[in-house]
Nanobody, 125 residues
Framework: QVQLVESGGGWVQAGGSLRLSCAAS????????MGWFRQAPGKERELVLA????????YYGDSVKGRFTISRDNAKNTVYLQMNSLKPEDTAVYYC??????????????????WGQGTQVTVST
């Protein structure tokens, strides 16, 4: 398993942008699928975006299509979440997660078994 540390959260006005990073350590990053999840108060944790081990395959949740982008740099052991046109409903704790998987991108939460500590994103009106 890898250890994950997120950074880049904060407060932003609606329409603004933020970039989250998730740095991995402890194993060969390039064989792990990565996902960004979020959890708003009183709601279940949901998958927002995911990327396969190579970076060629991605998944985008309907609520973020056209606004958020996931990418990874295997040389830097880092996955990124670029968030543009942020809305108040994007307010949540964002978590990155990894799953040891050489295959197509997966949306199954149980495939992700290492989690970061989370970073708060707050979007104000």
């Amino acid at each position: 398993q890898v250890q994950l540390v997120e950074s880049g959260g904060g407060w932003v006005q609606a329409g603004g942008s933020l970039r989250l990073s998730c740095a991995a350590s402890g194993d060969t990053f390039s064989i792990y699928a990565m996902g960004w999840f979020r959890q708003a108060p009183g709601k279940e944790r949901e998958l927002v975006l995911a990327i396969d081990w190579s970076g060629a395959g991605t998944y985008y949740g309907d609520s973020v299509k056209g606004r958020f982008t996931i990418s990874r740099d295997n040389a830097k052991n880092t996955v990124y979440l670029q968030m543009n046109s942020l809305k108040p409903e994007d307010t949540a704790v964002y978590y990155c997660a990894s799953g040891r998987r050489l295959g197509p991108v997966t949306t199954r939460m149980k495939e992700y078994d290492s989690w970061g500590q989370g970073t708060q994103v707050t979007v104000s009106t």
